[in-house]
């Protein structure tokens, strides 16, 4: 895109730049910015609402921090465009997000700017931490901050954090970027006056001397510490992190520039654990992402002047569509079913039945542990339990899921979606690795569906299963065929044969059976679709294998442990010596793309299967 059309952001090709320009210059970078990222992401798909309500804080920190060699930790990265810009990668936002371009998180192998790798929720305080510890140990004198949303704050692991920051003593700045919040009073003149006086040198020197002269009198010194408490609760709603160890300061306006600025050049300069507290809207500066940021949080591309068009996008239904419409009509059938959700509603399919059941939805927050182990209590007192969860935010209860579900054998079923490669999103959010995770878990049942149907039938089939299960599908649509409105299900452990061939026998699990199909007619193979990956059709599996000379198990999971372990375990059980294929995710981490396009890159196509095949038996 042309840069005559951003003057003063086409000078800023570091932070440096940005610290060499006049404070009164700055009110017009944010706004060039602004419109500049509105552009690009247009252009290419990303995430919006997010990153425009964090442009002002952006350049605030870059301002009054030397970056990189003071860290910035962020949170997510879903805020971090307007910090990739101004840290050099400004052309590379026309690649956002795409094959070997700029990843839509922070990553240390794309700059030093980018200080510690995210994608995952509530990890930058912890990380925050950690660095600013080695500063100290160290003996370097450099600044550490993290900045986090209300969002990610809800989650266990960034209280375990504060709880450990407010008894170390290193210099640790956690920004609580507040976005919807509902504690947060007004911000005025009298909280932006009170954040610079508190976060002053002048308060901070007579509170240290207050703290010395009475130290030689605790019982006074408690008195004055109560007063202070008290003072500054009538002002400031702070005393949580208070009790945390942290000196609290805020809210602000989160888009003034003239109150951040001074604030934050005053918390640079404190030393021990700060806590600022600031106040942004989502979508600030674009009127159709404040309208509606939760529609403009992830798009893809779209007309930037028109916004995104109402109702767009009716082509195949979605695997997750499948699961919203089951998930209602099972409700309405049964009234033991509850449906929960660790922060993903719309991208999980859970608005509608949010909507019609909502004394049976359970939105915990981005509390992935916590969400288990309330479903595993539900299920004790005989409530049927629906977790709508990512494959790749299942990893972070994995403790949960084998304590509180399986060793109990309870009956939590998991709604697995984004299963398999994710595209833009890259490897933070691939779902590479749940069925190799899943598998080795007694007592639990685990389906991964070809298609739209098979996916509703095996929703049926794991609810009525006493017993933790897990139906995992991927992001998207599949093939397209259309899922009855009823209420069948498929026989636990049965796979069935979809061709008939000779020779090789292709052992499909999930929505690769359609490539496999593919790949057997241009080889004349078997095809199976084996449904389940545990409990496994040992029969099939052995049938095939007396029955062709080779086997080939196809799955979009990673290559170790999953689908294929579990066809080579039965077969080395049985005393088959009947060979093996295995193809699969790869031993390494995959990056973004184009779903279609990583498929085949990996040799997981059609094409890339029959020749995986052929150079097999060659």
Known sequence: MPMRDYPLLATINQPA?????????????????RAFLIESVAKTGGHLSSNLGTIELTIALHYVFDTPEDRLVWDVGHQTYAHKVLTGRREGMARLRLQDGVSGFPRRAESPYDTFGVGHSSTSISAALGMAVAARDKGEDRRVAAIIGDGAMSAGQAFEALNNAGVIDANLLVILNDNDMSISPPVGALNKYLARLLSGRTFNAARRAGEKVLSVAPSLLELANRVEEHVKGMFVPGTLF??????????????????????????????????????????????????????????????????????????KITFTQVFGDWL?????????????TPAMREGSGLVRFAEQFPGRYHDVGIAEQHALTFAAGLACEGMKPVVAIYSTFLQRAYDQLIHDVALQNLPVMLAIDRGGLVGADGATHQGAFDLSYL????????????????????????????????????RGSGPGVSPAPIFST???GKGEIRR????????????????????????????????????????????????????????????????????????????????????????????????GAMLAQLGLDAAGIAQSIREFNS
Do not use: W
């Not at 209602?328 to 929960?340: E, H, T």
């Open 17 to 33: 730049d940005l610290r060499g320009l006049e404070r009164s210059a700055l009110p017009q970078l944010a706004k060039e910015l």
């Open 242 to 315: 208070e009790e945390f160890g942290f000196n609290y300061i805020g809210p602000i306006d989160g888009h003034d520039l003239d109150s951040l600025i001074p604030t934050l050049e005053n918390l640079r300069e404190l030393k021990g654990p700060q806590f600022l507290h600031i106040v942004t809207k989502k979508g600030q500066g674009y009127k159709l992402a404040e309208a509606d940021p939760i529609l403009y949080h992830g798009v893809s591309k779209f007309d930037s002047s028109n916004g995104i068009e109402s109702g767009k996008g009716g082509g």
């Open 328 to 340: 209602c009509d099972m409700a309405a059938k049964d009234a033991r079913l509850v449906g929960i």
């Open 439 to 474: 598998t080795c878990i007694p007592n639990m049942v685990v389906m991964t569906p070809a298609d739209e149907a098979e996916c509703r039938q095996m929703l049926t089939t794991a609810f009525h299963i006493d017993g933790p299960t897990a139906v995992r599908y991927p």
């Open 490 to 492: 498929l026989p636990v």
């Open 500 to 595: 008939r061939g000779q020779r090789v026998a292709i052992l499909a699990f999930g929505t690769l059976l359609g490539a496999a199909q593919e790949a057997g007619e241009q080889l004349d193979a078997t095809v199976a679709n084996m449904r389940f990956v545990k409990p496994l059709d040992r029969d099939l599996v052995l049938e095939l294998a007396d029955s062709h000379d080779l086997l080939v198990s196809v799955e979009e999971n990673a290559i170790i442990g999953g689908a294929g372990a579990e066809v080579a375990r039965c077969l080395e059980t049985a005393g088959s010596r009947t060979p093996l294929l295995r193809l699969g995710l790869p031993d390494s981490f995959v990056e973004q793309g184009e779903q």
